[in-house]
């Protein structure tokens, strides 16, 4: 029984790398190990366990990497092909199953993942006198790494009842994969830029916590005195333990327990619509994600923002300006340039707009669904980066000015639009045409409607900019930009969405018979 | 197949008995002196129409009568220079959320957003009409088979032929299950035995009280298929009525033909019957 298995799941490995789509992901997926199984060697080699903050840091990064590794095999979004349940119909006593499962789950990408970052430990600790307790915690811990991944997928498998929950699960897993792997990634660079006091005691303290949880203990266990290593590793042992045989039991179930209905066998997935609220303005953005995912015409704005900040700078550089402030200036242009770009978003749907006319929902539910893209895309983008320009840009305390003034314009930008794409629309690009074609007809309105929302998003923002201007002088300034900003964005996205709301629905028809005349 | 013959022929008895004439059904469709122009041409000129509940209406004319734009202003889509619609008690109009609720539109010739599945499509159309997520869900599978859409609905609209867009507009306007349904050209591409598969869908729908106002130019059909006519020519109404009072003796063919000018001697055309053979 246990070699069937084991014969399946090799060629299930093989099949990994048949010529094909696959191939391409087979191999990403193996250079993404590699580095990481590299890296965690590598590692092992630089560390310097007499060294406190050394011995801190191990124990971050090994958690953190023994997480990643253990829901890896939920981010491949594809299920278990050795899902228990799938044997349910064959005469296999569920020990033997179970037995069989867990051997074959010690083969494959995650558990050489896991042996790896176990003899890394060894190494690491290697000619030390807890060395023979760093071998023991290495196995305990690759072995509860393997197990804990089974656990995992069963879990998965089952929360996946729909398309939209696989999907869910998917992502998640890619999250925890990516915060896991910077967070190992941080503490390295922690390491080995910052030696300050303060750096080491956060360390030593964070270790200190995940030394008591039940993911770091084993990894903690060779640094630990003789009383704790002794518990650690007595704990890790029942944790493997308890995690077998709970094993052999969850196996069991899973074979008598019929298989959970699946609520959308007979229907088929409506991708974003499944994922909003059914309510009016959760389909417009529902659409609207999908249209600015698919379309040509707003794919064009997707390739165009990043650029355009990255042109900016190129031409200041030349032109031999003072580089490092200048940093601040790309957040700003792009979260303008993506609240602008729905200005004229009505125009888009061209004649289609007539569901919406026909439909008699508020104009305000039309406009926060059309706000949904830009916002999904332009918030993250701006959280992230700014951080990071801020530091770049070598200008004290600016952070908040430059969250602020960004998110500020981005919402602003939507609340005029919101205004401006009802009672300013111009023809635009037809349905179907590429990212670059021209409207037929390019009429004076359409150069007075971008000219006129492009000033007023700037003229609401001229405050804040005003407070930027003072806090470039006096650093205390950024703070209140910020907040200002902020109000500025809020307010205006919840007063543009409301008269544009009205707006809408008091000139559709005149919209609708706008789009039938080009 | 025995309806449209059992509802004229219904009539006689009725005419029989003067003393107990059953009450007609009120009227949920009024629109009065509805006038449009674009520039200097008058679109549609002072049009007033009565429909009753649980009719079938049919509203036909030539090309460029005037159909398209009149149903156009009756479902909110186009607004009329003058006069009224009013659906089911509210004033299109004046008071377009209420009336909205009550109607279901199958315009000619507009886009849908065609990037969606059909059945994307559906669902989108239910949720604006204030649907929740599995009315709209069920709904949308009923609608389906009932249309024959069903193995479709998971390709783009915009993969669809004429006739398939057609019939998921017509699904679209059928899923909030309006008072009042308005068809511009619904049976325009569709295939015959789709054109049955509706007609029924609509004739159980009137029989359930709701009712159809449909623009055609298949003669045949609307007599078919229509308790009631209107014809529009030039803007105006020509004749409106139940089928018999705008048809009298003859064919509705011959009697629209005689409205919108009759036939017209072919003059001139002398090189067409001299073949270059």
């Not at chain 1, 037995?99 to 060894?122: D, H, K, N, T, Y």
């Not at chain 1, 360390?203 to 009383?227: C, D, H, I, Q, R």
């Not at chain 2, 200097?40 to 509940?53: H, M, P, T, W």
Request: with cysteine.
């Amino acid at each position: 029984m246990v070699d069937h298995v084991l014969r399946l799941k090799l060629a299930l490995l093989a099949s990994a790398f048949r010529p094909g789509v696959a191939l391409a992901r087979t191999i990403g997926v193996l250079l993404l190990a590699g580095g990481v199984g590299t890296g965690v060697i590598w590692l092992s080699t630089q560390v310097d366990v007499s060294l406190e903050t050394h011995r801190a840091a191990l124990v971050i990064v090994a958690t953190a990497v023994s997480i990643g590794i253990a829901v890896a095999p939920l981010s491949a979004g594809l299920g278990s092909a050795l899902e228990p349940r799938r044997f349910a119909a064959f005469p296999i006593a569920p020990r033997e199953l179970a037995l069989a499962l867990g051997i074959a789950a010690a083969i494959g990408l995650p558990a050489v993942l896991a042996a790896l970052l176990g003899i890394s430990l060894e190494r690491a600790w290697a000619g030390e006198p807890s060395a023979v307790a760093a071998v023991a915690a290495a196995v305990l811990g690759a072995i509860s790494i393997v197990i804990v991944s089974q656990y995992l997928v069963v879990v998965g498998d089952q929360l996946s009842v729909s398309t939209a929950a696989r999907r869910t699960v998917t992502a998640i897993a890619r999250t925890v994969i990516v915060v896991a792997l910077a967070s190992a990634v941080v503490t390295v660079a922690v390491v080995v830029v910052d030696s300050s006091d303060s750096a080491t005691q956060q360390l030593v303290a964070t270790a200190g916590v995940l030394a008591n949880t039940p993911m770091g203990m084993l990894w903690a266990a060779p640094g630990s005195e003789l009383a704790p290593m002794v518990a650690r590793l007595v704990a890790g042992l029942v944790m493997v333990a308890v995690l077998a045989l709970g094993w052999g039991v969850i196996v069991a179930r899973l074979l008598e327990s019929p298989q959970r209905t699946r609520a959308d066998i007979a229907r088929s997935s409506l991708g974003w619509f499944d994922l909003v609220p059914a309510t009016p303005s959760g389909v417009i953005a529902a659409r609207s994600l999908l249209y600015w995912t698919r379309d040509p015409r707003y794919r064009f704005v997707l390739l165009g923002l990043p650029l355009a900040p990255v042109i900016m700078m190129l031409a200041f550089a030349v032109a031999g300006a003072p580089l490092p402030p200048l940093w601040l200036l790309p957040l700003p242009v792009l979260a303008l340039f993506l609240g602008w770009f729905s200005h004229n978003d009505v125009a888009y749907d061209h004649s289609a707009v007539w569901l919406h006319v026909a439909a008699p929902f508020r104009g305000s539910a039309d406009r926060w669904g059309r706000a949904v893209p830009p916002l999904i895309l332009g918030v993250p983008i701006i959280l992230a980066l700014s951080p990071l320009l801020a530091l770049w840009s070598g200008v004290d305390d600016v952070l908040p000015a430059l969250i602020g003034t960004s998110i500020g314009l981005l919402l602003t930008g939507l609340g005029v639009s919101s205004v401006s794409s009802a009672i300013g629309a111009y023809p635009a690009a037809r349905p179907g045409a590429g990212p670059f074609d021209q409207p037929p007809s390019l009429e004076a309105r359409a150069g007075w409607s971008q000219a006129l929302s492009l000033l007023a998003i700037i003229a609401f923002m001229a405050p804040t900019l005003l407070l930027v201007w003072w806090g470039l002088s006096d650093a205390q300034w950024f703070t209140v930009a910020g907040i200002a900003g902020i109000a500025t964005g809020v307010g205006m996205l919840v007063l543009g969405i409301a008269a544009g709301g009205r707006a809408f629905r008091r000139r559709a028809p005149e919209l609708l018979d706008l789009m039938l005349r080009t | 197949m025995s309806k449209p013959t059992a509802r004229p022929t219904a009539k006689k008895p009725r005419a029989k008995r003067p003393a107990a004439p059953p009450p007609p059904p009120p009227v949920v469709l009024t629109v009065s002196g509805l006038s449009k122009s674009f520039g200097q041409s008058r679109a549609v000129a002072d049009v007033d129409l009565e429909v009753r509940k649980g009719s079938i209406f049919g509203f036909v004319g030539p090309n460029g009568a005037g159909k398209t734009t009149t149903l156009s202003m009756v479902t909110g889509l186009l607004r009329p220079d003058t006069g009224t619609v009013v659906v089911a008690g509210a004033d299109v109009w004046r008071d377009p959320t209420t009336a909205k609720r009550s109607i279901g539109v199958l315009p000619d010739r507009m886009r849908l957003f065609d990037r969606l599945t059909g059945a994307q499509m559906l669902y989108y159309c239910g949720v604006l009409h204030g649907l929740d997520r599995e009315t709209a869900r069920s709904r949308t599978d009923d609608l389906a088979v009932a249309l024959g859409l069903d193995g479709s609905l998971d390709r783009p609209v915009r993969d669809y032929s004429i006739g398939m867009v057609k019939k998921v507009s017509l699904a679209a306007a059928l899923i909030h299950s309006p008072a009042v349904l308005v068809l511009d050209e619904p049976f325009e591409s569709v295939d015959p035995v789709s054109t049955a598969q509706a007609v029924e869908l609509l004739r159980r729908f009137a029989a359930a009280g709701g009712t159809v106002v449909l623009s055609s130019h298949n003669m045949n059909l609307v007599e078919r298929v229509c308790d009631a006519v209107a014809v529009i020519v030039g803007g105006r109404i020509l004749a409106s009525g139940t089928l018999d009072e705008v048809r009298g003796a003859q064919s509705l063919e011959e009697r629209f033909v005689e409205l919108a000018g009759g036939r017209v001697a072919v003059e001139g055309l002398e090189w067409l019957t001299t073949f270059s053979d």
